[in-house]
């Protein structure tokens, strides 16, 4: 099975802008998480995803936003970009169960100038 | 009470020996409680990991030793090879929502031949 697709993999923005990453999970897995990864604060819980609805959200402001749809394929968005947001975004997916496995992607390397 | 500490902040072991990561958890909730490893470059994958059922659980050269009273659980790697050396997290979760991963800070092993 292919493993967790993230796009893109590389991205730079400005301040202020938006911006949406994507995430194709493994084929079969109906839940798809995002974390935030960065020197300071290390791996954070961003939200989750399960059949296209939220079931569950970390402590980050409303300007991160996240979707499913029906094919599992999730992507997130951060408006109005700020310095802070520079970062590694990761995807995680999982079949669903409990406990899951989460399989993480290689991330998308988030760049705000 | 959603931390989980995790020591040493880095770590250098000459091939053949034992590498030791500790971690502490607070929330007693907690009863997941997964290993990653994470290489330059690549998302986080899983290692091993161990549910407060079982004291000590093996996989291979790795092993999680894991102490419910102390709240505590440890990573040892078994004659430490040079293609061991990554960052490595422990995580703590809640079994029924196993996708919403608490992270260490993470340990940078280097194994040196």
């Known amino acids: 099975k292919a493993g967790v697709t993230q796009t893109p993999r590389y991205l730079i923005k400005t301040r202020g802008q938006q911006v949406t990453l994507s995430c194709s999970p493994i084929?079969?897995?109906?839940?798809v998480s995002w974390y935030q990864q960065t020197p300071g604060q290390g791996l954070q819980f961003l939200f989750e995803y399960f059949s296209e609805t939220q079931r569950n959200k970390g402590n980050f402001p409303g300007r991160f936003s996240g979707r499913q749809f029906s094919n599992s394929r999730s992507e997130m968005n951060v408006s109005t970009l700020e310095l802070g947001d520079s970062a590694l975004y990761l995807c995680?997916?999982?079949?669903?169960?409990?406990?899951?496995?989460?399989?993480f992607g290689p991330g998308t390397r988030l760049t705000v100038l | 009470q959603q931390q989980v500490k995790q020591s040493p902040q880095s770590l250098i072991v000459q091939k053949g020996g034992i590498s030791i990561i500790n971690c502490a958890y607070e929330n007693t909730a907690f009863d997941y409680f997964p290993w990653y490893q994470q290489f330059p470059g690549k998302g986080p994958a899983l290692l091993i990991a161990?549910?407060?059922?079982?004291s000590e659980k093996k996989e291979g050269r790795f092993t999680i030793s894991f102490n419910k009273s102390a709240k505590q659980f440890s990573l040892h790697i078994m004659d430490s090879q040079p293609g061991d050396s990554a960052t490595y997290f422990c995580a703590a979760a809640r079994m029924d929502s196993s996708y919403k991963l608490i992270f260490g800070s993470g340990t940078r092993l280097l194994v040196r031949p």
């Open positions: 161990i549910r407060p059922d079982v």
């Open positions: 995680a997916s999982s079949p669903g169960q409990s406990p899951d496995t989460q399989y």
């Open positions: 084929s079969g897995h109906r839940s």
